[in-house]
Nanobody, 122 residues
Framework: QVQLVESGGGLVQAGGSLRLSCAAS????????MGWFRQAPGKEREFVAA??????YYADSVKGRFTISRDNAKNTVYLQMNSLKPEDTAVYYC?????????????????WGQGTQVTVSS
């Protein structure tokens, strides 16, 4: 069974930084895409970033500010968030896709974490 556990969320002022982590269980980790999504109150869940073994993919809204990375030895994926803005406030979810093809479509991801809250104050 695959489990994803996010951590690292919190409250930060605009312009600040946070690093989210997602620890994954199971033997699938080295052969799949990992993604980050977020959902703000009253809005639909949206794509943030994804990573395969050698490629990354970002939403335009976070490009240049956020960096996704993975440590296969630790079965962990990270999201480094810099220059945070109030509009980045959301619950951030980690997701895993049992495929090596990058995608921003949430329906194409097979497993999800429980989410971690990120709040950016102005």
């Amino acid at each position: 069974q695959v489990q994803l556990v996010e951590s690292g969320g919190g409250l930060v002022q605009a312009g600040g930084s946070l690093r989210l982590s997602c620890a994954a269980s199971g033997r699938f980790f080295n052969k799949n895409v990992m993604g980050w999504f977020r959902q703000a109150p009253g809005k639909e869940r949206e794509f943030v970033a994804a990573i395969s073994t050698g490629s990354t993919y970002y939403a335009d809204s976070v490009k240049g500010r956020f960096t996704i990375s993975r440590d296969n030895a630790k079965n962990t994926v990270y999201l480094q968030m810099n220059s945070l803005k109030p509009e980045d406030t959301a619950v951030y979810y980690c997701a895993a896709r049992l495929s090596m093809v990058l995608t921003a479509e949430s329906n194409n991801y097979d497993y999800w974490g429980q989410g971690t809250q990120v709040t950016v104050s102005s």
